[in-house]
């Protein structure tokens, strides 16, 4: 949903930090290597010790790093190899991170539930965007829906960083939130899908 309104907006700021990166010699593939290597590490290695600020900080930043590579691609001849290398750095990318919460859930806050409810959330966002990525391959529609990629990883730092200046049940929250949203923008999915094949079945 954010992607709808906020893609121009952003697409002025980074387009012109992305043409000159690609003029400086680095590649939009680089760029998104960069950018998932560096969240993963940051996740892992900060969330599960209990650093949750330095870890939402981290993430972030290499977040908006890995966000330069679409702006990249703009600026030059982008490949379809790139789409997928994109699209498959975000899904490691997004398991590390719900993972690491998950894990400091188990070892640091000792709340099984929390623990279940992030790996619960990992699951459907995996599949939210393989219902999407599987919908187009047939030929399909199934984009959209209540929360995407950036507003789950916008949620889900914005109860680890409030958890990090001591705001109590910040974590739990959130991912309670996020599996909400997650069930309902699964379900408008296939919907979406459902409908495109009653359109293109004649």
Do not use: H
Not at 2 to 18: E, H, K, M, Q, W
Not at 128 to 147: C, M, P, T, V
Not at 179 to 190: F, G, I, P, W
Request: neutral net charge; glycine residues 8%; hydrophobic residues 55%.
């Amino acid at each position: 949903m954010l992607n709808v309104f906020a893609r121009a907006s952003i697409s002025r700021v980074v387009d012109p930090i992305g043409a000159a990166l690609v003029r400086a010699g680095l590649t939009p593939n680089a760029m998104t290597l960069i950018g998932t290597v560096g969240a993963i590490v940051c996740a892992l290695a900060f969330f599960p010790n209990d650093m949750l600020l330095w870890g939402t900080f981290t993430v972030w930043g290499f977040a908006m790093v890995d966000m330069l590579d679409g702006a990249m691609a703009r600026a030059t001849k982008s490949t379809p190899f790139g789409a997928v290398l994109d699209s498959t750095c975000d899904r490691l990318t997004d398991g590390a991170v719900f993972a690491a919460i998950a894990w400091w859930a188990f070892t640091v806050a000792e709340d099984g539930v929390t623990a279940g409810v992030a790996l619960f959330v990992l699951v459907l966002a995996q599949v939210i965007s393989y219902i999407k990525a599987r919908a187009e391959a047939s030929g399909l529609n199934a984009d959209g829906g209540l929360i995407e990629r950036a507003e789950r990883l916008i949620i889900a730092l914005v109860g680890t960083g409030l958890e990090g200046f001591g705001v109590p049940y910040a974590i739990p929250v959130s991912l309670w939130l996020l599996a909400v949203l997650s069930v309902l923008t699964l379900v408008q999915r296939v919907r979406s899908a459902r409908t495109s094949a009653r359109e293109v079945t004649p």
